[in-house]
């Protein structure tokens, strides 16, 4: 099994840079690809940003991509999105998960999720 918590979420300006972070316990974060998502009020939840078990290759949501960087650190066990140019469009609750399928693989395919960071982005 493996528990996930996401930190680092908060309220910030347009324009302003924020990083979250995703911390593993239960189980090594190496045979996992990770990945972030969020949710907007009255909006269906939608991809953000994944990694793959190496880290060698990522994947992006147009609305964020050239902005937000995904990284993930197996000897610490933990992922991050560093997140720049923010906007109020990127304001959600962000989740973060793992997939022991491949880091393309879509939400249904996540095995793990933790409960969420809030980002709130004002103009």
């Known amino acids: 099994q493996v528990q996930l918590v996401e930190s680092g979420g908060g309220l910030v300006q347009a324009g302003d840079s924020l990083r979250l972070s995703c911390a593993a316990s239960?189980?090594?974060?190496?045979?996992?690809?990770m990945g972030w998502f969020r949710q907007a009020p009255g909006k269906e939840r939608e991809f953000v940003a994944a990694?793959?078990?190496?880290?060698?290759?990522?994947g992006y949501a147009d609305s964020v991509k050239g902005r937000f960087t995904i990284s993930r650190d197996n000897a610490k066990n933990t992922m991050s999105l560093q997140m720049s140019s923010l906007n109020p469009e990127d304001t959600a609750l962000y989740y973060c998960?793992?997939?022991?399928?491949?880091?393309?693989?879509?939400?249904?395919?996540?095995?793990?999720w933790g409960q969420g960071t809030q980002v709130t982005v004002s103009s």
């Open positions: 998960a793992a997939t022991s399928r491949a880091y393309y693989a879509g939400s249904n395919e996540y095995d793990y």
């Open positions: 239960g189980r090594t974060l190496n045979g996992y690809a």
């Open positions: 990694v793959s078990r190496s880290g060698l290759s990522t």
